[in-house]
């Protein structure tokens, strides 16, 4: 059974529909790109995975459970299964880099001193154990991002989900992200990327989920950034409304 599991999906905010009749699977250990314009449905979908938001129609399986049954005591226990890196989801700017990892821990595991070691590790994994006792407002953007993969990996997830990573990061910094990400993704993690940063998503050739105004309009495995999908798909829409 794949591990993310969207079945016929529709999320809608009132008369806004985020994302209509949206299907697919992706299986364990896969990379997979979320791409498409802003307002596309991208954050949503994300949302979604999490359990943070609930489909207003179809079925979403995580991990082998729906989501849509699933009882309110088993949703934190969900959610620890998934990594997020985004940047709405902040650093605690008066903690240390080392004790935002901490802070993230102490939901999951206890003892101190697997704690040092795990997030010593996840520090070392994003090349920032020297960066430990640093203040967030002492980092380079691109190591605060390799901070907030850092912390999303220190609880062991299944799933890495990336909400616009690169985004604010130079071309530099954004390369080496997701590099760290493809890395991860290369140790046997599925990891999902929402992402408009289209130079980056044609180089990594990876499967691309493209949405366009909450549809799947293209899902291809090794894809480029498939700008021309979209704009088609858009021309016909136009077209469509005007008849
Ligand atoms: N909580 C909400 N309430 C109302 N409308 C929402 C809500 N969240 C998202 N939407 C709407 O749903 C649509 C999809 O939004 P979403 O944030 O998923 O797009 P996105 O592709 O992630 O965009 P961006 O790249 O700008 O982050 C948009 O039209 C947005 O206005």
Same mark, same amino acid.
């Given at each position: 059974m794949a591990q993310i599991i969207f079945d016929h999906v529709t999320k809608k905010f009132g008369d806004e529909t985020? !994302?209509?009749?949206v299907s697919f699977e992706i299986e364990k250990g896969e990379f997979v790109f979320v791409i498409g314009r802003s307002g596309a449905g991208k954050s949503t979908l994300l949302n979604l995975i999490m359990k943070q938001e609930e489909a207003t129609s179809g079925r979403i399986t995580v991990n082998g459970r729906r989501?849509?049954?699933?009882k309110r005591r088993k949703i934190s226990a969900h959610r620890s299964r998934i990594g997020i890196v985004s940047q709405?989801?902040?650093?605690?700017?008066?903690?240390?880099v080392y004790d935002n990892i901490l802070f993230a821990l102490w939901a999951t595991e206890h003892g101190s001193a697997q704690m040092k070691k795990t997030a010593m590790r996840v520090l070392g994994l994003v090349g920032l154990v020297g960066k430990?006792?640093?203040?967030?407002?002492? !980092?380079s953007g691109g190591e605060r991002a390799r901070v907030l993969l850092a912390r999303a990996l220190s609880t062991s997830p299944d799933i890495l989900i990336a909400d616009e990573?690169?985004?604010?990061?130079d071309p530099d910094a954004s390369w080496d992200l997701m590099q760290l990400l493809a890395e991860v993704n290369y140790q046997g993690m599925t990891v999902v990327v929402a992402s408009h940063a289209r130079d980056l998503v044609t180089i990594m050739k990876k499967r691309c989920i493209s949405l366009v105004s909450g549809m799947v309009v293209a899902d291809e495995k090794?894809?480029?950034?498939n700008q021309k999908a979209t704009d088609i798909f858009e021309e016909r829409r136009i077209l469509a409304r005007k008849k």
């Open positions: 985020a !994302l209509e009749n989501l849509d049954i699933m709405d989801v902040g650093l605690l700017k008066d903690r240390s430990s006792e640093s203040f967030p407002d002492e !980092l990573p690169t985004a604010n990061l090794n894809s480029i950034y």
